[in-house]
């Protein structure tokens, strides 16, 4: 068995133009067998090209990448077989019933898992008759997993894959990501859910202007941070004006950074209980008065906002 399912390097992509266009800058990344591995990424960061080159989608422009130990250009059929791939948007024939799409797409495998168990493992039991017009947008999303795992793949490629589904569903599906991972099976994962990755994903990677920017588990990334814990504060309208630069609240000690955002401060901290009395006295000193405050655990949105600038979810879909 391989010890690593995904493998690349100095993955390079561009797109001709005036200026040409580098969407991915010299990637080299590993996936080893077993492993959720999470891709995140603006809009426009090569997150999707670097994905779809994996997939088999695009040609790399210059760069070597293995799939489970073979390369596209030698076998193609051969990684095709051994893969599924669930995308942001997959279309399916509209007057084809849930048992038939996923019957047509059990016979492109020689070797699979039932069409019954696809359906169960997705819960469309109900649906099993439906035309996929009739489905709705959670339905067919869950009809796209089904269609991506029905080949019984060892590496699964899952682009978004619980955009539009209720919480159960959602959790459903997490649960068959982590079977995947207990039976040696390799999955990588893009999400705008950072809960998400944080409870599936043994590591992440961040791309951000075609380069991985940040690369280990959601717990090394919130460590690196330089704070287990985000305080965060508004002030009341009468004294909002005062003291609204980062920098003032990055001062104090036990702060290891500060964000002002929508009329909101977040301050990663390492001791909360030392650095709240810090703040009520420095307002005290200069009439500010709280609006709000609360404190929490650092997420790996924390991670994210502080190395690109900007939340997940602000993307697009598409990314």
């Not at 993955?11 to 969407?23: M, Q």
């Not at 359906?119 to 009809?143: I, M, P, T, Y």
């Not at 500010?288 to 690109?308: I, K, M, N, W």
Request: aromatic share 6%.
């Amino acid at each position: 068995m391989e010890t690593i399912a995904i493998r690349c390097r100095e993955l390079v992509k561009t797109y001709a133009g005036r200026p040409p266009v580098e969407a991915v800058r010299g990637i080299d990344m590993a996936v080893a067998a077993g492993e959720c591995f999470g891709v995140l990424g603006p809009n426009g960061a090569g997150k999707t090209t670097t994905i779809e080159i994996l997939e088999g989608l695009l040609v790399a422009t210059s760069g070597e990448v293995e799939i489970l130990g073979m390369q596209w250009r030698q076998s193609p059929d051969a990684i095709r077989e051994a893969i599924g791939i669930s995308l942001q948007e997959t279309r399916f024939s509209d007057k084809l019933s849930v048992l038939e799409t996923l019957t047509l797409f059990r016979s492109f495998y020689r070797r699979g898992i039932a069409v019954a168990d696809a359906v169960q493992r997705v819960g469309l039991e109900d649906k099993l008759h439906a035309w996929v017009k009739d489905l709705s947008g959670g339905q067919r999303q869950r009809l796209a997993v089904a269609a991506a795992i029905v080949g019984d793949p060892r590496l699964l490629f899952l682009d978004e894959p619980t955009t539009g589904l209720d919480p159960q569903s959602r959790r459903q599906l997490w649960e068959i990501i982590r079977q995947y991972g207990a039976q040696g099976r390799s999955v990588l994962l893009t999400t705008h859910y950072m809960e998400e990755a944080e409870q599936l994903c043994d590591r992440v990677a961040i791309i951000d202007q075609g380069e991985i920017i940040a690369l280990g588990s959601p717990r090394e990334l919130i460590t690196r941070l330089g704070g287990e814990h985000v305080v965060e504060f508004t002030l009341a309208p009468q004294t909002a004006g005062a003291d609204r630069t980062e920098n003032a609240w990055a001062q104090f000690a036990h702060v290891t950074s500060s964000v002002y955002e929508d009329g909101c401060h977040r301050l990663t901290v390492t001791e909360p209980h030392l650095v709240i009395p810090q703040i009520l006295g420095h307002l005290e000193q200069r009439g500010g008065q709280l609006a709000s405050l609360t404190t929490r655990h650092a997420r790996l949105e924390d991670v994210f906002v502080q190395l690109t600038g900007r939340h997940l979810e602000e993307s697009p879909p598409n990314t």
